[in-house]
């Protein structure tokens, strides 16, 4: 009767080391692929970086160019109008004197209506924004990858789950690191 007693709690002892086991293998693999997931995310962000920023870059590079175009015509129409100096000059009565005004109203008059509203100040400022936004999401996922790495790590490292990492092959990951000197502000002088 021993014997069958003994062999219970062997068989018994067994059965809750592998169960415990399937338990702890399954913890891991489930912790695993939470943090594959979040680098994932992680990258998603970078490719939505890779995407984003030169297709904006573009646009605003575009419209600086077409504002160019638009302020140099500006500048050229208010040269035509300096030249109404000598027609000021050489008005003799106030109805000249007005002539020439109306001449100088019609000619800003046209200078609006050719010429729209200067935007790139708005299509740089969104561009700012953009980048900001693209790196404040970029943070947030590194930030969620470090914690599923963490949460992992801590199932690799905690007794029992240690054995269980050990015999079943599951190693610690690694967290997102900063690149050396990042700690460091940048000198906005050398910006430049």
Same mark, same amino acid.
């Given at each position: ?7 219970? /709690? ?38 939505? @970086?890779?995407?984003? /920023? ?20 500006? /500048? ?31 000619? /800003? ?9 200067? @935007? ?52 610690? @990951? ?19």
């Amino acid at each position: 009767m021993k014997s069958i007693v003994n062999l219970a /709690i062997v068989v018994g002892l067994l059965l809750l080391l592998f169960i415990g086991g399937c338990n702890s293998y399954n913890g891991f693999v489930d912790a695993d692929e939470n943090v594959d997931q979040a680098w994932s995310d992680v990258q998603a962000q970078y490719q939505r @970086r890779a995407d984003l /920023i030169p297709s904006l870059a573009k646009t605003v590079k575009a419209a600086a160019e077409n504002e160019k175009e638009i302020l140099t015509g500006v /500048i050229d129409a208010r040269t035509g109008a300096s030249n109404f100096k000598e027609l000021i000059n050489k008005a003799k009565s106030p109805q000249e004197l007005q002539g020439v005004g109306e001449k100088i109203n019609s000619q /800003i008059n046209v200078i609006f209506e050719r010429y729209p509203e200067i @935007r790139s100040t708005n299509n740089y400022t969104t561009l700012q924004d953009q980048l900001e936004g693209t790196e404040n999401r970029i943070t947030v996922h590194r930030q969620k990858y470090n914690a599923a790495a963490t949460k992992y790590n801590k199932k690799v490292r905690r007794f029992p789950g240690t054995v269980f990492a050990s015999i079943f092959g599951f190693q610690e @990951r690694d967290q997102f690191e900063a690149q050396a000197g990042s700690e460091t502000m940048p000198d906005l002088n050398e910006l430049n």
